[in-house]
């Protein structure tokens, strides 16, 4: 028999799973669900899809929800053998849930549920059902995510104060588990990213009173846990590691040890923050936001080349139309989510998916475009927040930074009309937008006299900043004349203040990358995030400043221990290396097919596997000799 699943309307598992994701913020005692529009998933479905049988054959239904199956012109209810054929029938299953998204599991030889299905929500046309390769046996419940689990035993236990501080090996998505030598008796856990965290009992973002029954605190970030008022003698203590089994089928190992170190901590910091979608960090937000997704789709293509998780990360972003809010809020985020089906068109070819969000990309760019000046510049409406980064930037009007993406978006949609076979008039207007905002950005912001992008013509300042002027490169709306003036103007204008978010210095080491700068790229590497690694980092962080006293590097947003130490937007180096430095290049993912353009000069040996399409790459250098293999 093919390969049945639980099929759904499709994006209302994403939405419904993200609301539990994005709900599921807590902070010092303190529920703090995300502030921005939450998206419901529909509670009436049908679905259906006609067969024409040769001969008798019988199915089964099954569904958490409440509802019937109409084989023909008679209803059954769930979990009922029903009988059919030969000859022409259709089959409609409608199904309601209040709890949850409708679902269903339907099982026999010839009528299944696959992805051939309909779903209707009385609203709108029918469209193709959702399914996850996750859920395709009859006894899973497609609301239920079931994580996998591993046991981390302490590798430390100091005595401090009155109490005992445990220190895990690396940080981790646990649950802790106390188990009591000499019987139960109230406790309290202080969990912590940091050392430093897990002794503050005042600031210390989790504490928790075990479970009297199981002994369990809830699933958190934590390294550290300090249990006060008790003694070594009393507890035993474990953390169950709980998460979203992803392979990691990338490897590098270089004759660089540090390189390996901050490929490796990138690594085991990019897992924990790969779940059931890219969220930001494991402590603070736990959220699922626009920009640090798009990071993660170009890290993911390099290290574990997993296009479900992108998939259901795309879809619960950007949730049903019609679109009234930006995503997260923030202007820039939803731009950023245009991006991201090109980045993951492109890493796996797969025309099904964009065929699915094509119409909402459509009606996005709509949205944008209600919020252009006269110009045809995008503004920020009251309530907009314009982010791209924690920075000095001259917000006033019009913002450079975010012209640049809204041009390459335009660009993206020209991009991928064609790649569908969209009618010429469709991706002809991308095109024609895209140009005619090209040539504005260049007339407004850029400064002859400064040599570079200004961020605002409206205030008057010319102030320059690094961000536009980046962007001004990676999505080539600078010539090679200006991109170069730009390199020497800001990038290595000292006077420009640095970037001191691992988000943004992703986007400047690329650009670097692309002006050939790849020896100044990997020693800023070692700088920055050998940085980290020197002040203790097993994660890399939010944020890292090396200006700033180590009695407050924990710090952020005016808040003692508010910087997350875990950050996906900081796992950066792992497409930085494969991308530029072992060259590799997807040119065509369902065949396997890509390039090679290294340089590994800076190393003096290499052993390197990098995922493409179904295959994986072996990159072998010897210092003199490059050797590389298709693994299958």
Request: charged share 25%; hydrophobic share 35%; with cysteine.
């Given at each position: 028999?093919?390969?049945?699943?639980?099929?759904?309307?499709?994006g209302?598992?994403?939405?419904?799973?993200?609301?539990?994701q994005?709900?599921?913020r807590?902070?010092?005692?303190?529920g703090?669900?995300?502030?921005w529009?939450s998206?419901?998933f529909?509670?009436?479905?049908v679905?259906?899809?006609?067969?024409?049988?040769?001969?008798?054959?019988?199915?089964?239904?099954?569904?958490?929800?409440?509802?019937y199956?109409?084989?023909?012109?008679?209803?059954?209810?769930?979990?009922?053998?029903?009988?059919?054929g030969?000859?022409?029938?259709?089959i409609?299953?409608?199904?309601?849930?209040i709890?949850?998204?409708?679902s269903?599991?339907?099982?026999?030889?010839?009528?299944?549920?696959d992805?051939?299905?309909?779903?209707?929500?009385y609203?709108?046309?029918?469209?193709?059902?959702?399914?996850?390769?996750?859920f395709?046996?009859e006894?899973?419940?497609?609301s239920?995510?079931?994580?996998?689990?591993?046991?981390?035993?302490p590798v430390?236990?100091?005595?401090?104060?009155?109490?005992?501080l445990?220190?895990?090996?690396?940080?981790?998505?646990?649950?802790?588990?106390?188990?009591?030598?000499?019987?139960?008796?109230?406790?309290?856990?202080?969990?912590?990213?940091?050392?430093?965290?897990?002794?503050?009992?005042?600031?210390?973002?989790?504490?928790w009173?075990?479970e009297?029954?199981?002994?369990?605190?809830?699933r958190?970030?934590?390294?550290y846990?300090y249990?006060?008022?008790?003694?070594?003698?009393?507890?035993?203590?474990?953390?169950?590691h709980?998460?979203?089994?992803?392979?990691?089928?990338?490897?590098?190992v270089?004759?660089?040890?540090?390189?390996?170190?901050?490929?490796?901590?990138?690594?085991?910091?990019?897992?924990?923050?790969?779940?059931?979608?890219?969220?930001?960090?494991?402590?603070?937000?736990?959220?699922?936001?626009?920009?640090?997704?798009?990071?993660?789709?170009?890290?993911?293509?390099?290290?574990?080349?997993?296009?479900?998780?992108?998939?259901?990360?795309?879809?619960?972003?950007?949730?049903n139309?019609p679109?009234?809010?930006?995503i997260?809020?923030?202007l820039?985020?939803t731009?950023?989510?245009?991006?991201?089906?090109?980045?993951?068109h492109?890493?796996y070819?797969?025309?099904?998916?964009?065929?699915?969000?094509?119409?909402?990309?459509?009606?996005?760019?709509?949205?944008?475009?209600?919020q252009?000046?006269?110009?045809?510049?995008?503004?920020?409406?009251?309530?907009?927040?314009?982010?791209?980064?924690?920075?000095?930037?001259?917000?006033?009007?019009a913002?450079?930074a975010?012209q640049m993406?809204?041009?390459?978006?335009?660009?993206?949609?020209?991009?991928?009309?064609r790649?569908l076979?969209?009618e010429?008039?469709v991706?002809?207007?991308?095109?024609k937008?895209?140009?005619?905002?090209?040539?504005?950005?260049?007339?407004?912001?850029?400064?002859?006299?400064?040599?570079?992008?200004?961020d605002?013509?409206?205030?008057g300042?010319?102030h320059?900043?690094?961000?536009?002027?980046?962007?001004?490169?990676l999505?080539?709306?600078?010539?090679?004349?200006?991109?170069?003036?730009?390199?020497?103007?800001v990038?290595h204008?000292?006077?420009?203040?640095?970037?001191t978010?691992?988000?943004?210095?992703?986007f400047?080491?690329?650009?670097?990358?692309?002006m050939?700068?790849?020896?100044?790229?990997?020693?800023?590497?070692?700088?920055?995030?050998?940085?980290?690694l020197?002040?203790?980092?097993?994660?890399?962080?939010?944020?890292?400043?090396?200006?700033?006293?180590e009695a407050?590097?924990?710090?952020m947003?005016?808040?003692?221990?508010?910087?997350s130490?875990c950050h996906?937007?900081?796992?950066?180096?792992?497409?930085?290396l494969?991308r530029?430095?072992?060259?590799?290049?997807?040119?065509?993912p369902?065949?396997?097919?890509?390039?090679?353009?290294p340089?590994?000069?800076?190393?003096?040996?290499?052993?390197?596997i990098?995922?493409?399409?179904?295959?994986?790459?072996?990159?072998?250098w010897?210092?003199?000799?490059?050797?590389?293999?298709?693994?299958?």
């Amino acid at each position: 028999m093919s390969t049945a699943y639980w099929i759904w309307y499709p994006g209302d598992f994403e939405l419904y799973h993200a609301m539990k994701q994005n709900f599921s913020r807590i902070e010092r005692g303190c529920g703090w669900p995300a502030f921005w529009k939450s998206e419901g998933f529909r509670n009436r479905v049908v679905f259906r899809k006609e067969y024409g049988l040769e001969k008798e054959t019988a199915f089964c239904v099954y569904s958490k929800a409440v509802g019937y199956v109409l084989a023909g012109d008679r209803k059954y209810p769930f979990g009922e053998r029903i009988v059919c054929g030969p000859g022409q029938i259709r089959i409609s299953v409608h199904a309601a849930c209040i709890e949850t998204f409708p679902s269903v599991y339907i099982k026999g030889n010839v009528i299944y549920s696959d992805k051939t299905w309909q779903a209707e929500d009385y609203g709108a046309a029918p469209v193709m059902a959702g399914y996850s390769n996750h859920f395709t046996r009859e006894e899973q419940n497609p609301s239920v995510w079931i994580y996998r689990e591993k046991i981390y035993l302490p590798v430390s236990a100091e005595v401090c104060g009155d109490g005992i501080l445990y220190g895990f090996e690396t940080e981790l998505t646990a649950v802790l588990e106390i188990t009591y030598k000499k019987g139960y008796r109230p406790l309290r856990v202080y969990c912590g990213e940091s050392r430093e965290e897990a002794l503050d009992r005042e600031h210390c973002y989790y504490s928790w009173e075990p479970e009297p029954d199981t002994g369990r605190c809830p699933r958190c970030a934590v390294r550290y846990a300090y249990i006060p008022d008790c003694g070594e003698e009393e507890v035993e203590i474990k953390a169950v590691h709980q998460y979203v089994d992803i392979p990691v089928r990338a490897r590098f190992v270089s004759s660089d040890k540090l390189i390996n170190r901050i490929w490796s901590v990138a690594e085991h910091t990019f897992s924990l923050c790969s779940g059931i979608f890219f969220i930001d960090g494991i402590k603070r937000d736990k959220w699922i936001w626009g920009g640090d997704a798009y990071q993660s789709f170009f890290v993911n293509q390099y290290l574990m080349a997993d296009a479900d998780i992108n998939r259901r990360t795309l879809l619960a972003l950007r949730g049903n139309d019609p679109m009234t809010t930006h995503i997260n809020t923030i202007l820039d985020y939803t731009l950023y989510w245009i991006l991201s089906i090109k980045i993951h068109h492109e890493a796996y070819n797969d025309l099904e998916f964009l065929e699915q969000v094509f119409p909402k990309m459509c009606s996005l760019m709509e949205f944008c475009e209600s919020q252009l000046d006269g110009h045809g510049f995008i503004v920020g409406r009251k309530g907009d927040w314009i982010f791209i980064d924690w920075a000095d930037l001259d917000k006033e009007g019009a913002l450079c930074a975010e012209q640049m993406l809204f041009a390459e978006c335009y660009k993206t949609m020209a991009v991928l009309g064609r790649c569908l076979g969209k009618e010429t008039a469709v991706y002809t207007a991308y095109e024609k937008k895209y140009e005619l905002l090209k040539n504005n950005i260049n007339a407004f912001y850029w400064n002859s006299e400064k040599g570079a992008y200004i961020d605002s013509f409206s205030s008057g300042k010319n102030h320059v900043t690094r961000h536009g002027n980046i962007f001004a490169i990676l999505f080539q709306i600078a010539d090679k004349e200006k991109q170069e003036q730009i390199v020497e103007n800001v990038l290595h204008n000292d006077a420009v203040p640095q970037i001191t978010t691992p988000y943004f210095k992703f986007f400047e080491m690329d650009a670097l990358c692309k002006m050939g700068y790849l020896e100044e790229v990997l020693i800023r590497i070692r700088q920055y995030w050998g940085g980290m690694l020197e002040r203790g980092a097993v994660t890399f962080w939010e944020e890292y400043d090396p200006d700033v006293p180590e009695a407050e590097q924990y710090d952020m947003y005016g808040d003692k221990f508010g910087k997350s130490l875990c950050h996906a937007w900081s796992a950066s180096p792992i497409y930085l290396l494969a991308r530029y430095f072992v060259g590799l290049e997807i040119t065509d993912p369902v065949k396997g097919g890509y390039e090679l353009h290294p340089h590994l000069e800076y190393f003096d040996s290499l052993d390197c596997i990098l995922p493409v399409g179904d295959k994986n790459i072996h990159v072998v250098w010897d210092g003199k000799e490059l050797t590389e293999y298709t693994l299958c």
